[in-house]
């Protein structure tokens, strides 16, 4: 799983804060860029997100509106699990990310450890 772009993270948290599908135009309107950039390669963007299989696209008019196929909590971990395969001792690399964490984290990954370990599975 490749890491978004700049442009192409900015338009997923446009996308993923709006919590609906936006058209085109809506997602320029949200990005805060400067310089912003062009309506037309919002759009190629937008378009290759599609293509990647990031945003649906439904028509709306003349338009289309685009919407979020997967949360950020879902693109995250892919990039976490990604991160993990290219080590070669995971349970290292688990050790040195579990470390960093804020003491909040490391007591609700406990949590869901449990409760994966005891068939339950919460989120």
């Known amino acids: 799983m490749p890491q978004f772009g700049d442009l192409e993270a900015a338009i997923m948290d446009a996308v993923w804060e709006a919590g609906e599908p936006l058209r085109v135009r809506e997602v320029l309107e949200r990005l805060e860029r400067a310089p912003e950039p062009a309506y037309n390669t919002v759009h190629t963007v937008t378009e ?3 293509r990647k299989g990031w945003l649906s696209k439904e028509r709306d008019g003349r338009a289309f509106r685009y919407g979020a196929t997967a949360g950020r909590e879902t693109y995250v971990a892919g990039l976490v699990g990604e991160a993990l395969a290219g080590s070669r001792n ?3 690399a688990l050790a040195a990310f579990v470390e960093h964490m804020e003491p909040g984290e490391a007591e609700e990954l406990r ?6 370990r005891d068939g339950k599975g919460e989120r």
């Open 48 to 50: 290759n997100l599609y």
């Open 90 to 92: 995971r349970v290292a």
């Open 111 to 116: 949590r869901l450890l449990g409760a994966a």
